[in-house]
């Protein structure tokens, strides 16, 4: 039973740790992509330390990790609670200023310092699950920061919990806060053995209840338009515009279908994210998604069919083909771990929250993970409208996310 009288430190984590800038660069080569991020891991080094987590420390590439030793005699599996500490380079999180909405009773809500950022009741069916509670957004000038500093904040919090509660018995814990999941780099230099847990999960997910064991699997595809330059006053007869040639090849593309805008549920597509070139050389990249890996291939091929019938009309032009894998769908690794699902779901079952077991149609840090030999679904931390200026979190969901790890850490102790 959970102590009605713990005084959370989630929202008074959080409401700090967004008003730090932690926002990681796409462009960069560096790692971690901004240093900036850096002060937000610095800061929970010290928080760490101080509700009196062991092992504390961050290395040279911004992890920051962190030991809650067992207070069992049993063998328990060690387990890991994980978050990342940057945010989306989509929208700036430079004087992030949050604003809370106390007991919410309903209806849109227009963001104090633009009142045309508005979270629409009709766009945002979780609000009807909120009212009477007190949900937090952004004043519509930056994103919150939700994903996943409220995450890490929910982390450290249930930390806390079980630190202040002795009785409760647990295995071996251990904690990390990442860098650099916005831009795909958060497991770059992640090491799983130094890490020590046997599974883990990212609490990096949104509805309250969410467990996610199943993944897109991702691959990137670069097509490069070979063409001939000659100086366009002499060019008759003689200049293969490959600009042209890869104007050509977007329009053969499906219009109704394969795409983003075009699926949903289970669905994959194939995605073409940016154009640069000129007459020489036009460089189209794309990304491809599904969550059957071996539909991978198939949509390679397609690409592949569309390249040979567009360099067709231009005699003289050829083609590269790059295949640059990315992720697989971790539920083939977690499939192989069913315990790891089954105990999220006891611990929600436990708390009175209805499970929802669903896909996401991304990747997380978790999917690199589990092929990195630590199977790790995502569960939720409770952030609605990542990445944009419309991003809200409701305290109750954060306080029920600090509640589901704490049962969760119960829960592996019981069980094994």
């Known amino acids: 039973m959970f102590d009605k009288n713990y005084n959370y430190t989630c929202v008074e984590r959080f409401l700090k740790y967004v008003k730090i800038d932690t926002q990681s660069n796409e462009d960069s080569n560096s790692f971690p992509s901004d240093s900036k991020q850096l002060e937000l891991?610095?800061?929970?080094?010290?928080e760490l330390k101080e509700i009196g987590m062991t092992e504390v420390e961050m290395d040279e590439f911004g992890y920051v990790m962190a030991t809650l030793p067992a207070n069992s005699e049993k063998e328990i599996p060690t387990i890991g609670f994980i978050a990342?500490?940057?945010t989306s380079p989509a929208v700036t999180g430079k004087n992030v200023n949050p604003v809370i909405h106390n007991n919410y009773q309903g209806g849109?809500?227009?963001?104090?310092?633009d009142n045309s950022k508005i979270i629409k009741v009709d766009?945002?069916?979780?609000?009807?699950?909120?009212?009477?509670?007190?949900?937090?957004t952004t004043d519509g000038t930056t994103l919150l920061g939700a994903d996943d500093k409220a995450g890490i904040a929910e982390i450290i919090d249930a930390?806390?919990?079980l630190i202040t509660h002795p009785e409760i018995k647990h295995g071996k814990i251990r904690v990390?806060?990442?860098?650099?999941?916005e831009v795909g780099r958060g497991t770059e230099k992640?090491?799983?053995?130094?890490?020590?847990?046997k599974y883990a999960y990212t609490i990096d997910g949104s509805t309250r209840g969410e467990v996610e064991t199943e993944t897109f699997s991702a691959d990137a595809v670069i097509i490069k338009f070979n063409g001939k330059n000659v100086h366009p006053g002499y060019a008759k007869n003689k200049m293969i515009n490959a600009v042209k040639i890869a104007s050509h090849f977007i329009e053969l593309l499906p219009k109704n279908s394969l795409s983003p805008e075009t699926t949903d549920k289970r669905d994959g597509y194939v995605h073409p994210s940016s154009i640069n070139g000129n007459e020489t050389q036009t460089v189209i990249k794309f990304i491809i998604r599904d969550f059957d890996a071996n539909k991978l291939k198939e949509y390679e091929n397609f690409l592949k069919d569309l390249c040979e019938k567009a360099i067709v009309n231009y005699p003289g032009s050829s083609y590269d083909f790059e295949v640059i894998e990315q992720y697989r769908n971790m539920k083939y690794v977690l499939d192989q771990h069913p315990q790891v699902e089954q105990f999220a779901i006891e611990a929600l079952n436990r708390?009175?929250?209805?499970?929802?077991?669903?896909?996401?149609r991304g990747g997380t840090d978790g999917a690199r993970l589990s092929y990195m030999g630590l199977p790790t679904p995502n569960l939720f931390a409770g952030g609605h409208n990542f990445h944009g200026f419309l991003e809200y979190v409701a305290i109750q969901d954060m306080q029920a996310a600090v509640q589901m790890i704490v049962t969760l850490a119960q829960v592996w102790e019981e069980k094994s």
């Not at 891991?41 to 010290?46: G, P, Y």
């Not at 849109?108 to 310092?113: A, R, S, V, Y």
């Open 84 to 86: 990342h500490v940057d």
């Open 123 to 136: 766009e945002n069916p979780e609000l009807k699950d909120m009212i009477g509670m007190d949900i937090i």
């Open 351 to 360: 708390l009175g929250i209805k499970p929802i077991q669903s896909a996401i």
């Open 41 to 46: 891991s610095k800061l929970l080094v010290e």
């Open 108 to 113: 849109d809500i227009i963001l104090p310092n």
């Open 176 to 181: 990390c806060f990442t860098p650099d999941e």
């Open 190 to 197: 992640f090491n799983v053995e130094k890490f020590g847990a």
């Open 159 to 161: 930390m806390n919990y």
